[in-house]
């Protein structure tokens, strides 16, 4: 039923609010009206309950006299949607790193020199000739230059992941992933955790190395013949970088998609196993993803926010970012979307398409890592959804669901700005596609969910899921370097949720057996909330793990009700890292806050 509907209808059958013992005086039963009674231990059922089992079709009614005719016999949940769209996830993964400000705090590395080995050295030898993250430098100094193999880089010739290290070595030749492959095995035979890693941004689709150094001082970088040691990232960061793709992030914040090849081995080519989706990259993505909701809102992370639910089907969203955001390369970015839904909270479907002029995007060049700006226009389509291909109540309180879900968005980049490429070309002063930047942008996923949800008595409800969620951009990226396997985050998680009067709180933990991307996360969580007349207080707390050590996220918000359809809310939220090698940290990307206004026609 739609809402002018449901609303006219629920003031004409409770002006105001209905006692359970005059359930008859609406034909049904005390049991039934308690079934479509939200908070039940009042004894009452108010207009705005019987507007929302009006709007979900929960119940069917006799319009002319007002009375009830049937109930639908479905089980209700906590926090369960109103219309289309995802329910709360509770289990959500990790999705800021250190950075830095490219205009402000800029970075350069050391330059060793250069070192070549003897013709017909063994892979074997050169591990015990070249032993330091200094002499890999050198080692590898001739490939950005001297013995690059442009014909592998132009006509895509050999392995469309990397050559095996003892062939690298042997061709004395090859391109970026080859040469950081190599380094990364000399590394590593070292005693060194190092990997290959790459990254895409504007005008980018590179690889580097990244390595953790010996002596508790964090993770370095290697490019060619320049080297960014733990020490130097340190010092820019403020903290040591914990992880791989820390490092990679702090020496260039522009990266969208970070790629993580797989561990080095003698004799084997290598390929990228996983996906590391920064803020740049996840921001983007909310510009395009719409409430349908009326609402005005401004949060540090993402800007100033204008949503507008045309009808029931249409929305439309304008966003611009304030210059607070922790993505450098997205700050003071405009963007507008227009989208469109449809179905309910089992089948449901959106679309949207939006532009985004971003006037901070740019890159560092490869090797002296000067900074350039190149304004991006970028044009994009997002869609989501889900399918419930099996749904069964057990019993009147148990109910077990079969759900297929995708998330898809297509992302074409223009930049504009003469200048240089990141390796050292020449760009005009126009607008032409940028394939690192459209690759970055791009997301595909898609997720396979077994649930079993239920109400263990009036105040006390579940939820539980066994999931598998296929990354199709991994899965193309991973296969196109001859990776195998499914490229999949799998798990299982499950939540207990209690509401006593104004009450509620919530208690959720998650397991991946198997992760491919930063998505989702291994963690557990909870939170509290209280309603005082018109306001409601919340507190959320959970600890999720991820390569740079378990991280504590806090969360507080304020929801007042102005008026019956009109909310206003505040919110913070807050990261902190706990490294069992490193300490703890405050992780200031993470810390978000905001503050708006939502209102229902």
Known sequence: MDAARARSLAEKMVPTALAHDQA?????????????????????????????????????????????????????????????????????????????????????????GTYTPPKGMSLGDLTQSVKTPDQVTKLLQPFGSSIYDYERADKGTGPGGTQSPEYTLEQRKGICRDSHFLGAYVLQENGYNARQTGYKSEGVAHAVLTYEGKQGEGFGLIEYGTHYSPEQISQILGRPALSHEEALQAVRPEAKLINVYSKPEANQ???????????????????????????????????????????????LKIQYDTGSSPDPTSRHAVSAALGYQVGNSDNWARISAGVQYRPEEGHHSIGSNQWEKHPALVAGIHAEGQLTAYKQNLGENHQLRTTVG????????????????????????????????????????????????????????YRSEVFAAPDVMAMSLGYGTGGKGIYSNTGVNASLHYQQGNF?????????????????????????????????????????????????????SVNVKLTKDVDAYGFAAQEQIYNNQYGHFNQHQGMNFGVGVKARF
């Open 24 to 112: 008859a005086k609406l034909g049904i039963t005390t049991v039934q009206i308690k079934s479509i009674d939200k908070d039940s231990s009042d004894g009452q059922l108010t207009q705005d309950e019987l507007y929302q089992a009006l709007l979900t079709d929960k119940i069917q009614v006799d319009e002319a006299s007002g009375r009830i005719l049937s109930v639908a016999s479905s089980v209700s949940f906590v926090d369960d949607p109103v219309g289309p769209g995802p329910k709360r996830d509770l289990h959500s993964g990790y999705t800021t790193l250190g950075t830095r400000n490219p205009e402000t705090q800029p970075l350069k590395g050391t330059n060793p």
């Open 269 to 315: 080519t290598g390929h990228i196993e996983s996906l590391y989706y920064t803020m740049g990259h996840m921001l983007y993505q909310d510009t395009l993803k719409l409430k349908h909701e009326n609402s005005i809102e401004w949060d540090r992370n993402g800007g100033a926010k204008l949503e507008m639910a045309l009808n029931k089907n249409f929305g």
């Open 406 to 461: 995708a998330d898809v968005t297509s992302a074409f980049a223009f930049t504009n700005s003469a200048g240089t490429t990141a390796s050292n070309g020449n760009t005009d002063d126009k607008f032409k596609l940028n394939q690192g930047l459209s690759t970055g942008l791009t997301h595909a996923t898609v997720r396979l969910s077994q649930h079993l949800d239920g109400k263990l008595n009036h105040q006390l409800s």
């Open 504 to 556: 509620g709180a919530h208690l959720g933990a998650q397991y991946l057996f198997t992760q491919v991307n930063n998505l989702e996360a291994t963690g557990a969580s909870t939170g509290a909330s209280y309603k005082f007349g018109p306001m409601r207080v919340a507190a959320d707390a959970g600890m999720v793990n991820s390569p740079e050590g378990w991280r504590l996220r806090t969360s507080q």
